[in-house]
């Protein structure tokens, strides 16, 4: 007699893939222009349908949208972020910033875009392609980036790129070190400016390293160097 065998079937559970959701601000005319997680349906997905914004994706700023001033409504973790704009955008912190898992924020086409406070934009890299970058924000705040508490980050300046930086803290709060600082890498034909709020004799932002490989620095008017007990070294080890 032949004997049945009970085989066990292994249910296996995916992970749902992430895709890229692109910026519209249209939902409706209170929050139009608010980016929160899972509330107004101010995105499109890959198949064109109107969605609300799910953590864990990708998210995509283009020219498409006619809503240039976006509000950060909640805290809200894309995968990455890319600005693909030849028309200037900003993008203000209310009640929420963008925070982890973002590992790259990138930011390619001719126009600005203004983190206007601290909207905590990247927490490992950010790669300015072409265009203007600007961040600003209050003193001991961060608007571009997560650069305390142990953790560092890679600001890469291309080619036609331009990091522009508002207040001296405007790219993290803590004490210059290579722990939690910020590596600028700016390359032939690439500006890195410091610009408005950047004072005398102070500390300037929280730079740990800065590579010039053909890249400009910009320095305020009148700027005589930062605090002589915490240096603000190029890549090289030389102050600048």
């Known amino acids: 007699m032949k004997k049945a065998l009970a085989v066990g079937v292994a249910v296996v559970g995916f992970a ?3 895709e890229t959701l692109t910026w519209t601000g249209s939902d409706d005319a209170s929050n139009g222009n608010k980016w929160f997680t899972d509330l107004t349906k101010n995105w499109t997905d890959e198949s064109g349908a109107q969605v609300q ?6 998210a995509r700023f283009d020219d498409s ?19 693909d704009v030849n028309t ?5 912190s209310s009640g929420g910033v963008i925070t ?10 001719l126009g600005t875009v203004w983190f206007k406070n601290s909207a905590n934009a990247s927490q490992n890299r950010v790669e ?15 608007s571009l980036g997560n650069g305390d508490s142990g953790n560092s980050y890679d600001i890469v300046v291309h080619d036609g790129g331009k990091v522009w930086v508002d207040e001296r803290n405007a790219l ?5 070190n290579a722990v939690n600082g910020v590596h600028v890498t700016v390359y032939t034909n ?9 004072q005398n004799n102070q500390n300037i932002q929280n730079i740990a390293t800065l590579d010039l490989l053909g890249g400009t620095l910009e320095l305020p008017d009148g700027y005589k160097g930062g605090d002589q007990t915490q240096p603000w070294l190029d890549g090289n080890g030389n102050r600048v």
């Open 16 to 18: 749902t893939c992430a």
């Open 53 to 58: 914004w799910k953590n864990d994706n990708d």
């Open 65 to 83: 949208s006619a809503c240039r001033d976006v509000v950060i409504g909640s805290n809200v973790g894309p995968r990455t972020t890319t600005f």
């Open 88 to 92: 200037d955008m900003t993008l203000t």
């Open 100 to 109: 982890y898992p973002n590992t790259l924020l990138a930011k390619y086409g």
């Open 128 to 142: 300015v392609w072409g265009g203007t970058l600007r961040a600003s924000s209050p003193n001991s705040t961060r």
């Open 172 to 176: 993290g709060p803590s004490a210059v």
């Open 190 to 198: 690439g500006i890195f400016s410091l610009h408005n709020g950047i």
